[in-house]
């Protein structure tokens, strides 16, 4: 009897495993051939703390473009909705942002920017420069911040994280997820994420929230991969802040095209803003007094407080910023991180 009841569940654990949708590459940018179904002329699946989706509603406030908005939980705040057959079947890489334009999604945060500055803006408005030398340089400039996997991320992780700003992301956002995890994570969500292993392709996020779960910040100096990434993030911040001063004071601001504000700014607004939920910050300020004075322009338009995670995100994320800020005081380990020195 026993054997047999063992079995029958041996056989739909298999089942499930096996007929388990997996999540897997798309090609960015419009694609027309697919089509979902819409209420809404525009939408867009995001997460109230996702850095790309914050791109792409930045964008969309900047505009003035109304659209649908779809919120999805994400593993890292302890739901897979993002992993589900359903949503598999509008973002087959199983991440957010989406846009959809009456029905055709758009793939890739920056590829979104680009459509909406392109087949969405109201007549009259331009987020672009005019002078083609300036449209060259902003494309390059979307390319820097834009977060792009490739195999450099294992084999050269250095190399990785100076090939774009954006590639900075999630490491940068180590500490965060640290803290939030020490703070908001339970252990119901703890036994999801175990159940979730064998069905999910890429196991990095539920390994590293597990490790955070047991060890805390401890969980740096445990999983040496995870330690050694973060360590690179101060120099990798560095350089690219080090860029932009230079690249703002050829147009002596407020914006890096002079008054015109464009698509290279809006870029940029994730990755400073999770610089400063993350405590970044405090390091690099007097160091680059035009990145600093340039975040504060952009921290004055309705675009970005618009785009903006929800006040409930937000009280959670400076509780996390609270407990970054007393880690870098009183643990050897986010000190180490937050200078750079390995440990
Ligand atoms: N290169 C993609 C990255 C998309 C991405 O990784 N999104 C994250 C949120 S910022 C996500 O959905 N993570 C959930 C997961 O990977 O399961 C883009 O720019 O749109």
Same mark, same amino acid.
């Given at each position: 009897?026993?054997?047999?009841?063992?079995?029958?569940?041996?056989?739909?654990?298999?089942?499930?495993?096996?007929?388990?949708?997996?999540?897997?590459?798309?090609?960015?940018?419009?694609?027309?051939?697919?089509?979902?179904?819409? $209420?809404?002329?525009?939408?867009?699946?995001?997460?109230?703390?996702? *850095?790309? @989706?914050? /791109?792409?509603?930045?964008?969309? =406030? +900047?505009?003035g473009v109304k659209f649908r908005g779809i919120h999805k939980v994400l593993p890292s705040s302890g739901s897979f909705e993002t992993k589900t057959a359903e949503y598999l079947r509008i973002n087959p890489a199983g991440t957010v942002p989406v846009l959809v334009?009456?029905?055709?999604?758009?793939?890739?945060?920056?590829?979104?920017? $680009?459509?909406?500055?392109?087949?969405?803006?109201?007549?009259?408005? *331009?987020? @672009?420069? /005019?002078?083609?030398?300036?449209? =060259? +340089?902003?494309?390059?400039?979307?390319?820097?911040?834009?977060?792009?996997?490739?195999?450099?991320?294992?084999?050269?992780?250095?190399?990785?994280?100076?090939?774009?700003?954006?590639?900075?992301?999630?490491?940068?956002?180590?500490?965060?997820?640290?803290?939030?995890?020490?703070?908001?994570?339970?252990?119901?969500?703890?036994?999801?994420?175990?159940?979730?292993?064998?069905?999910? *392709?890429?196991?990095?996020?539920?390994?590293?929230?597990? =490790?955070?779960?047991?060890?805390?910040?401890?969980?740096?100096?445990?999983?040496?991969?995870?330690?050694?990434?973060?360590?690179?993030?101060?120099?990798?911040?560095?350089?690219?802040?080090?860029?932009?001063?230079?690249?703002?004071?050829?147009?002596?601001?407020?914006?890096?095209?002079?008054?015109?504000?464009?698509?290279?700014?809006?870029?940029?607004?994730?990755?400073?803003?999770?610089?400063?939920?993350?405590?970044?910050?405090?390091?690099?300020? =007097?160091?680059?007094?035009?990145?600093?004075?340039?975040?504060?322009?952009?921290?004055?338009?309705?675009?970005?407080?618009?785009?903006?995670?929800?006040?409930?995100?937000?009280?959670?994320?400076?509780?996390?910023?609270?407990?970054?800020?007393?880690?870098?005081?009183?643990?050897?380990?986010?000190?180490?991180?937050?200078?750079?020195?390995?440990?």
């Open positions: 009897m026993w054997e047999f009841l063992f079995g029958v569940l041996v056989g739909l654990f298999v089942y499930k495993w096996w007929t388990y949708p997996r999540a897997k590459s798309v090609v960015p940018g419009l694609n027309k051939e697919v089509f979902l179904d819409h $209420k809404e002329e525009v939408e867009l699946y995001y997460n109230t703390l996702s *850095s790309c @989706s914050q /791109k792409v509603r930045a964008c969309l =406030a +900047e505009a334009h009456k029905g055709h999604p758009v793939y890739e945060s920056h590829e979104q920017i $680009k459509y909406i500055e392109k087949n969405l803006l109201p007549e009259g408005l *331009s987020l @672009s420069p /005019k002078d083609p030398e300036q449209h =060259a +340089e902003m494309l390059s400039l979307i390319d820097d911040s834009s977060m792009i996997f490739t195999d450099e991320a294992s084999s050269d992780p250095p190399a990785f994280l100076r090939r774009r700003f954006g590639n900075c992301l999630g490491p940068m956002t180590f500490p965060l997820f640290c803290a939030k995890t020490v703070l908001y994570f339970d252990l119901t969500s703890a036994v999801q994420y175990i159940s979730m292993i064998p069905f999910v *392709s890429d196991m990095k996020m539920i390994v590293m929230t597990i =490790a955070f779960y047991i060890y805390g910040p401890e969980a740096f100096g445990k999983v040496s991969v995870l330690g050694k990434m973060a360590c690179l993030v101060p120099d990798a911040i560095d350089y690219h802040l080090q860029q932009l001063e230079k690249t703002l004071k050829k147009n002596n601001g407020p914006y890096i095209f002079g008054e015109d504000y464009t698509l290279a700014d809006i870029g940029y607004v994730p990755i400073f803003q999770r610089m400063e939920y993350a405590r970044w910050w405090p390091q690099f300020q =007097a160091k680059y007094p035009l990145v600093t004075k340039y975040w504060k322009a952009i921290q004055a338009r309705p675009g970005y407080v618009a785009s903006k995670p929800d006040k409930e995100m937000e009280h959670t994320l400076t509780s996390c910023g609270r407990l970054i800020d007393d880690w870098k005081k009183n643990n050897q380990i986010i000190k180490a991180i937050y200078n750079g020195n390995s440990f």
